[in-house]
């Protein structure tokens, strides 16, 4: 009888220990079955999405680069090729993105504020949604819908555009006629004013227009004048003494 329990009992034992080894292989064999299923389904061909956008050219003389960014904002949104690029006003840009498994993607597109002075900088964001579906067997198409950041208004163009301040103009405008001013003296350095067109005299031209050397001018000017007076005189009086001299000599 005791022989007899003793067996029961390893029976029992040994068709416990089966069934568990049979339940751990069940869970082992759905959990290889379900990933070779998961890696069989995500097996598509991989699709490349274009994301583009265009920086307006900017009405003024001094350039004014753009930085457009494009960041991820779902968790699983595959990362692009490239997050920043750098253009210039008037060029178009294209953001590669490579998406492997359907589904719904959203980025945000941006421009990175830059450090120029009097540039006004475009703020504008936008939500680009992008949505990859399976189209035949394996194969993935995607399609595009963006709309500004934090809304649904559907822009006509996703495009930035940035501007210089009224205060930028007004100091390029005074910049440029400056350059723009003629050349005040030849290469000689002698001046090519007119003289009549800055309602100067003769005498004003002999002192000169400025300078210290102005009062030398103006004596030597008067001077000469002098000197001329005293000539006269002096030949007058000389011419007297010949003529008186002449009548005497004729009266003897």
Known sequence: MLNTGLEKKKNRNAAGIKRMILLFSSFVALFLLLSVRSKADSNYTPVQAVIPFYCENTESLMKISYIITLNGISENAPLPNISQMTLAGGESGNFLVNVSEPGTYIY?????????????YDDKEYD???YVTNYKEKELIYSLSVVQANGDVKPDEVVFINKMSKASEDTQERD???RDEPSKSDSGGNSTENPTENNLTPGSLIAGKTGENNYVYIGLYIGSIFALLVGAIIYVVVKKHRKAD???IETE
């Open 128 to 130: 680009v949604y992008l």
């Open 176 to 178: 440029s006629s400056k």
């Open 108 to 120: 945000r597109l941006s421009q990175q504020k830059g450090n120029v002075k009097y540039a006004l």
């Open 246 to 248: 002449a009548s005497n």
